[in-house]
């Protein structure tokens, strides 16, 4: 019998977090045993580094010791690590340079379970500062054809308040109310028809209702987590899924839908091919 697979979380960025990602698992498995469930090793290592004040003040990177904790975790060892938590996803690709074990990225996750389930248009984003202000949900949307929104500086000030306010571990029936109150607000002025909460602490609103789909990342990830340990499913890319997308690239192109560096740059309108082009050539 194969041996079952064994998944790392980095986690402490924010603990309640943390916890609730570990219970998303838990109710994702379909378990009728202890033993049914999955293994899992967690560094819940609220230690690491704010990434807003990094971010914002210029304060010690989390990165050094994000990397020391998914080292830990490889030697247990795990065959893959996972970390709840979006901002910190901003420093994967260096973590990843110094760790052999696949790490997760729960921007990817989230975003390809709002395509592949509903389809939508124009989503938006929401999610703590680094995320908000690093776009870290941006190309990954635009890759898939959709239109990134972007909420407003003051509607972001509120986002914040509320995260800070669930971290500290209090579940308050008016901050359901006032998050409704902020969707019903971004569908009628903005026209959104997708939302992705990217944010581990939001899972707190993942039982309520909307007109429109609301993706948890957290629990795209734990279901991620579920589908590779128990039905098998790959880390790799789907070969069918770029295959079509670059195919419907190729198609736009030839219909004259979008100029050759627009296809290339994977952006969503001519303006921004040019500057991301510009950008990539200042760098090398």
Request: net charge positive.
């Amino acid at each position: 019998m194969e041996k079952e697979k064994v998944v790392g979380i980095m986690g402490g960025m924010g603990p309640y977090a943390t916890v609730m990602f570990l219970k998303n698992i838990l109710e994702l498995t379909d378990a009728k045993k202890d033993w049914d469930h999955i293994r899992t090793i967690t560094d819940n290592n609220v230690k690491i580094p704010s990434r807003s004040r990094a971010i914002l003040y210029n304060e010690e990177s989390p990165l050094e010791k994000m990397i020391e904790s998914c080292l830990q975790l490889q030697k247990y060892p795990v065959d893959i690590i996972v970390i709840p938590c979006n901002s910190a996803c901003f420093w994967v690709s260096e973590i990843q340079r110094k760790v052999k074990i696949p790490i997760i990225n729960i921007v990817d996750i989230a975003t390809e379970t709002l395509v592949v389930s509903y389809q939508p248009s124009r989503v938006t984003v929401l999610g703590g500062l680094v995320t908000y202000q690093k776009d870290l949900y941006k190309n990954s949307i635009e890759r898939f054809e959709m239109e990134y929104v972007k909420p407003s500086e003051k509607l972001q000030v509120k986002i914040v308040q509320m995260i800070e306010t669930i971290k500290l571990g209090v579940e308050i029936d008016s901050l359901k109310q006032q998050f409704s109150k902020i969707i019903e607000q971004l569908i009628k002025k903005h026209k959104i028809d997708g939302v992705i909460l990217a944010c581990t602490e939001f899972t707190l609103f993942k039982s309520l209702s909307f007109s429109i789909p609301i993706i948890d990342s957290s629990l795209s990830l734990a279901q991620f987590v579920v589908d590779y340990v128990k039905n098998g499913k790959p880390i790799h890319f789907d070969n069918k899924k770029v295959a079509d997308f670059w195919e419907n690239r190729a198609l736009m192109l030839k219909d004259k839908k979008l100029g050759i560096l627009q296809s290339t740059m994977l952006t969503s309108n001519k303006g921004e091919a040019i500057k991301k082009w510009e950008n990539e050539k200042k760098s090398y």
